[in-house]
């Protein structure tokens, strides 16, 4: 163990002017390699097995390669000065393991011996270590009194060593303790005629690169940086991963938030000429994680998190610093913030305006990149690692991959004013939002109801719901059912004193198939009387056909269908269903015996029924039509729609759906038989595969 000067002159020694070569001083430095920097503490703290005076040897995977390489040491952290009593470099031999080539020692203005001042950073010498680029490089350092309080980072994915006193030099180190997290290191520069620029990945634990095999160099940074090196025209350019896993943009988390940290660990580092940030979705998880939050915080936070973009983007471009977006990526059934419909809905929210604000120079659009095409809140499942948040090693390729390389291809930095100034590349149009024009069928009464529900409070229930999410709807007239309901005329009241408006459904929803075409004539033009009176002076001139079943014979059918055109009728056809009918009598089962974990269960699946219904309609469409028509929805006034409405509601809107008018959505030339029942029926439908579950068999019963 080599003795130490007092801590005034090693000070002293640090200050020293001249120590550093004039061609040294105007070298092209560029970051090669670099982590961001927050306490160590709990278990991400140095292990205290091998005492207070240790060696510490850490190996990273360098970016681009140089001649020359500096070492940037940290006690940012620190509450007392940091002691380094000697440092080197040198080759890593073999992943995972602490044997290296020859090393190189490292010289502080001249000195082998430094202090860092708590809350300070500083730079080794410069030594002649030539390097190529994806070179892994140990750095070896003595620390002979470990701090209390350390600076570091946790996500090294990879094995570094820790044994008692100096063993800076020493090519092996026995019987060393591993750990899997870096301290006291933030940066590797390299400099060499080849260096071109520095490339920052900045984000949450996404971009620190969670999940990945230990010892692979596997996050989607380390992907690109290969790409980068690959390339000619690329292969001088630096890569440095300022991820934190846990991070936020707004609040601090596992490390600082992201605006507080922005200037350190992007603008800061040596001739940054791109960042690419992906950060937000720690904002919105923690969000609702321990309790819902109500709409006005759902509002703000993607507000606050938008803002924040733009006060970012001004910042980088005031460097002359190009700033790439990445969109937020999918995060459904995680089980750590078990995201909902709201949630989902300010992701897209703030994706949109990643995607078309203009703040970004650049977007890379990781969420399509890695979203499941039949269940968009959600990953892929060959790029989910299993927990529903950070992708698979595959996943994590695929971001790598999907950075165009053509986004860095600028050999000369930006000036300011000329970053701030440039056109941004304009984003193609989006597709227009697919559209849902919602009708409730069986009014005034379906289903049983839970003990103490009347038909009254069901529709008033739906009726403020469909109000508050802004949502059209049409609903259809049974006069022959809820006869035995004293409420029932007040819930057809309440239903038009909504604004909503009614359409005849027969009197008693009969099927053509079973009575014929005579009788179920009758039965609509029974419900005429009553629906005329309900409706007033809006047009109720809409037939909504029971069971949804326009017969088997052509011939009753084509009666029917003569008979409505002749009334001046138009069909209210069918493109969106998930059975909805189906769930509400064992809703009012498992209510009538008190069973709130039965019922969660009911509301989980209902909910998954009716984004699954969602999707297949949609995919269909695709398959029959070749794009997205206006979609027609069933639903029907029960009890569990009334209770879950708001939520269903809130899904549909997250899914990127908007809402429409029966009218307005019939107007499709898809419905074109439907709006002149004159033409050869049937009406048009979205048939497929069956993709509904239903409510669990025997729940309640």
């Known amino acids: 163990m080599r003795p130490l000067a007092t801590l005034a002159a090693l000070l002293a020694a640090t200050a020293l002017t001249g120590a550093v070569p004039a061609r040294d001083r105007t070298a092209h430095w560029v970051g090669s390699w670099g982590s961001a920097q927050l306490v160590a503490d709990g278990d991400n703290a140095l292990p205290t097995s091998q005492g207070k005076a240790v060696t510490l040897r850490q190996v990273v995977r360098l970016s681009a390669g140089g001649e020359r390489l500096r070492v940037r040491f940290s006690n940012l952290f620190g509450t007392t000065p940091l002691t380094i009593g000697a440092a080197s470099v040198a080759p890593a031999l073999a992943p995972g393991t602490a044997r290296i080539g020859t090393s190189r020692p490292l010289r502080f203005a001249g000195q082998a011996q430094a202090v860092i001042p708590p809350g300070a950073e500083i730079w080794s010498d410069p030594v002649a270590v030539p390097l190529p680029p994806g070179a892994d490089l140990a750095i070896s350092l003595y620390w002979p009194d470990v701090p209390n309080v350390q600076t570091g980072h946790p996500g090294a994915r990879g094995a570094n060593f820790l044994v008692a006193g100096d063993h800076v030099a020493d090519p092996e180190l026995a019987d060393a303790t591993t750990m899997t997290r870096w301290y006291g290191i933030a940066d590797v520069e390299v400099a060499g005629p080849a260096t071109q620029g520095t490339l920052v990945a900045i984000g949450d634990s996404i971009t620190d690169g969670y999940g990945v095999t230990g010892n692979r160099n596997t996050r989607w940074s380390d992907i690109l940086a290969g790409r980068l090196r690959a390339d000619a025209a690329t292969r001088g350019i630096g890569m440095v991963n300022a991820g934190i896993g846990g991070g936020r943009v707004l609040l601090d988390g596992n490390g600082p938030n992201l605006m507080a940290r922005f200037d350190r660990d992007v603008i800061a580092r040596t001739d940054v000429r791109w960042a690419i940030l992906l950060e937000g979705v720690n904002d919105l998880g923690v969000l609702t994680r321990e309790a819902p939050a109500t709409s006005a915080a759902h509002r703000a936070i993607v507000q606050h998190i938008t803002a924040a973009y733009v006060q970012l983007a001004d910042r980088a471009h005031a460097h002359g610093i190009t700033l790439i977006g990445g969109t937020i990526t999918p995060f459904g059934g995680n089980g750590y913030y078990h995201p909902g419909p709201e949630t989902e809905a300010d992701r897209q929210a703030i994706n949109a305006f990643i995607r078309t604000s203009g703040t970004f120079d650049a977007v890379v659009d990781f969420d399509r990149l890695l979203r499941d095409p039949a269940h968009p809140d959600r990953l892929r499942p060959a790029y989910d690692s299993g927990d529903h948040l950070h992708p698979s090693e595959a996943g994590y390729k695929a971001m790598g991959d999907a950075v165009p390389l053509t986004l860095f291809s600028a050999r000369q930095r930006p000036v300011a004013v000329a970053a701030a100034l440039a056109p941004v590349p304009v984003a193609p149009a989006p597709a227009p939002a697919p559209t849902i024009a919602i009708t409730f069928d069986d009014i005034p009464a379906h289903g049983p109801l839970p003990p103490g529900m009347t038909r009254l409070e069901v529709i008033r229930r739906i009726t403020a719901a469909l109000r508050a999410a802004g949502a059209p709807a049409h609903g259809f007239l049974n006069a022959g059912f ?24 027969s009197y008693a929803h009969e099927n053509l198939d079973q009575v014929g075409a005579d009788a179920f004539l009758a039965s609509v033009k029974r419900n005429e009387g009553p629906l005329a009176m309900a409706a007033g002076r809006s047009d109720w001139h809409w037939f909504r056909y029971p069971f949804l079943a326009e017969g088997r014979d052509p011939a009753a059918r084509d009666a029917v269908r003569a008979r409505l055109a002749a009334d001046g009728y138009r069909i209210a056809g ?78 549909y809107r997250a899914m990127g759906f908007r809402f429409t008018t029966l009218a307005q959505a019939e107007a499709d030339p898809f419905y074109a038989a439907a709006l002149d029942p004159r033409r050869p029926g049937p009406t048009a439908t979205l048939n497929g595969p069956a993709v509904l579950k239903g409510p669990p068999a025997g729940l309640c019963q």
Request: charged share 20%; aromatic share 6%; proline share 5%.
């Open 574 to 651: 069918v493109t969106m269903s998930f059975d909805d009918f189906a769930w509400n009598p064992v809703y009012a089962a498992c209510a009538a015996k008190g069973d709130k974990a039965a019922i969660a269960r009911l509301e989980t699946g209902m909910l998954a029924d009716a984004r699954a219904a969602a999707l297949a309609a949609r995919s269909r469409a695709k398959a029959q039509v070749g794009h997205d028509i206006p979609y027609v929805l069933l639903m029907h006034v029960g009890a569990l729609d009334a209770r879950l409405l708001p939520r269903i509601l809130a899904q």
């Open 482 to 505: 809820g006869l035995d309901d004293p409420t029932s005329a007040a819930a057809i009241r309440a239903w038009r004193a909504a604004g909503f408006p009614l359409g005849n459904h």
